[in-house]
Nanobody
């Protein structure tokens, strides 16, 4: 019952910044914890960041901690991922996901997924 559409991906040089957006629709958005995951070619999908339904709690993968910031604006039904100091290893397709309930670092707990947006970081 939640539809998600990511945007904001693109090509950026190492050290640069991008902000990804995830626009959500559906009556249960404010009940959902949100997550960002990414998948590089030949790699498994990995956790990036999560935020609770109120935006009062967030958590990050160690690989992005201090560089990425997740936020949400429930009045706009939108979740953001601000990515700073980007590295070539950040290159991946980034996915927005939603689940009813508390935050999780596991992709298996998220029921709703966007289509993904490509982020490419050149050296």
């Amino acid at each position: 019952q939640v539809q998600l559409v990511e945007s904001g991906g693109g090509l950026v040089q190492a050290g640069g910044s991008l902000r990804l957006s995830c626009a959500a629709s559906g009556p249960t958005f404010s009940d959902c914890a949100m997550g960002w995951f990414r998948q590089a070619p030949g790699k498994e999908r990995e956790f990036v960041a999560t935020i609770n339904r109120y935006g009062s709690y967030s958590d990050y993968a160690d690989s992005v901690k201090g560089r990425f910031t997740i936020s949400r604006d429930n009045t706009k039904n939108t979740v953001y991922l601000q990515m700073d100091s980007l590295k070539p290893d950040d290159t991946a397709v980034y996915y927005c996901a939603a689940r009813r309930g508390v935050t999780s670092m596991s992709s298996t707990w998220y029921a709703y997924w966007g289509q993904g947006t490509q982020v490419t970081v050149s050296s």
